[in-house]
């Protein structure tokens, strides 16, 4: 089994220099609202895979008036064996990935495991998954992939400049200063690169929708959810439109057709959740794909990935409390934020290693601490 034995943070948002041990299953992170809990939780998934799950700007994690922020991590692997990995990064220069002592060559080969341990995040904020655009849902599903393939990560992040190439090129045709036989060139590096990412994701797809499902009802109830992928065009009959797609195309500037142009579609009782969902629905069938995508790593790399969940417990009832606190406890390890010990049951507690954040300290709980 494999789970995060400590991590130290050094200049990472509020934290200065702080170092917490964890335990496998469940441990409780708790403390008021802005001690430093959020980031705790941000600051190992930044040493897992290389980036936050918050913010695309690595400056935003260094702490203010700092030149650095670092993240140094250890992974149990199995019985004796231990990793090491750390992860520091300085504005202006390339982030530092070290793996046992030795520098990791990319980001990707980082991201997909090399750390040790894969990591599954919740935030309020993803809520956006559900609720927001379908670039949102489509980054859920190109990252859940980018985790297990690092050829996958390469693949999107080429094809996005491809794209980006290509519509430049779109305008330059429209406006008179390029010659359409150009088109040609971009169309199939697009097509290549675009055909690439709709087999990886309509292969994965049916067994993430499966966990969906399943996910779903034990969080909702009985009512029938899915999620259903939506293509802008098929692989089968990728080639073609795009190529039918030229004039228009040209005409908006845009490249029109392909898998960034793709939705998931989330669905309760046939109902569309992200034009008719309730708050609610919606941040529960968020927690769902979450559940999935930890059930689908498990499935295709054979281990579980460490669940780092801030602040999911506060907006549940009683009984989703206790079907999510009983799913932790039996993960390999769960890291839950939160504002309130009560909660959790005193038997979970007692089960858990709990942890308490203040004004970016972090401190191990007394058992008989533990009934706020």
């Known amino acids: 089994m494999r789970y995060i034995r400590a991590i130290r943070l050094v200049n990472f948002r509020n934290y200065a220099d702080a170092s917490v041990v964890f335990s496998p299953g469940l441990n409780v992170v708790y403390g008021e609202n802005a001690q430093g809990k959020t980031n705790l939780l941000e600051g190992v998934a930044f040493a897992a895979s290389g980036s936050s799950p918050r913010t695309a700007n690595d400056s935003e994690v260094v702490r203010w008036g700092a030149g650095f922020a670092r993240a140094e991590m250890r992974v149990s692997l199995w019985s004796s064996c231990e990793r090491r990995v750390s992860v520091g990064y300085a504005p202006g220069q390339r982030k530092r990935l070290i793996v046992d002592g030795a520098p990791v060559g990319s980001l990707a080969e980082y991201a997909a495991g090399a750390a040790g341990v894969r990591a599954i995040t919740f935030f309020p904020d993803d809520i956006r998954i559900v ?150 629905q919606q941040r529960l069938a968020t927690l769902g794909l979450k559940i999935a995508a930890r059930e689908f790593i498990r499935e295709l790399a054979g281990e579980d990935p460490i669940l780092l969940f801030d602040d999911v417990m506060s907006e549940l009832d009683e009984r989703r409390r206790r079907y999510l606190a009983e799913y932790f406890l039996g993960s390999a390890q769960a890291l839950v934020s939160t504002t309130n010990l009560e909660y959790f049951e005193g038997e979970t507690l007692s089960r858990s290693r709990v942890v308490r954040v203040r004004g970016g300290a972090i401190l191990e709980v007394a058992k008989g601490e533990m009934s706020p």
Request: no cysteine; aromatic share 8%.
């Open 131 to 280: 609720k927001g655009a379908p670039s949102d849902r489509r980054e859920f599903i190109d990252s859940l992939l980018s985790t297990l393939k690092p050829s996958y990560a390469r693949a999107a992040s080429e094809y996005t400049r491809a794209v980006q190439q290509r519509n430049q090129l779109l305008r330059r045709i429209r406006d008179g200063l390029s010659s359409r036989r150009t088109l040609d060139t971009w169309d199939r590096k697009v097509i290549q690169l675009g055909l690439t990412l709709l087999k990886e994701r309509s292969g994965a797809f049916p067994a993430l929708a499966e966990h969906f499902t399943r996910s779903l009802r034990a969080l909702y109830g009985p009512e029938k959810a899915a999620v259903r992928y939506r293509y802008s065009t098929t692989p089968e009959t990728y080639v073609q439109a795009l190529r039918d797609a030229h004039e228009g195309d040209i005409e908006r500037g845009t490249t029109s057709i392909g898998p960034h142009r793709d939705d998931l579609e989330v669905l309760l009782g046939g109902v569309n959740l992200t034009t008719y969902g309730s708050q609610g």
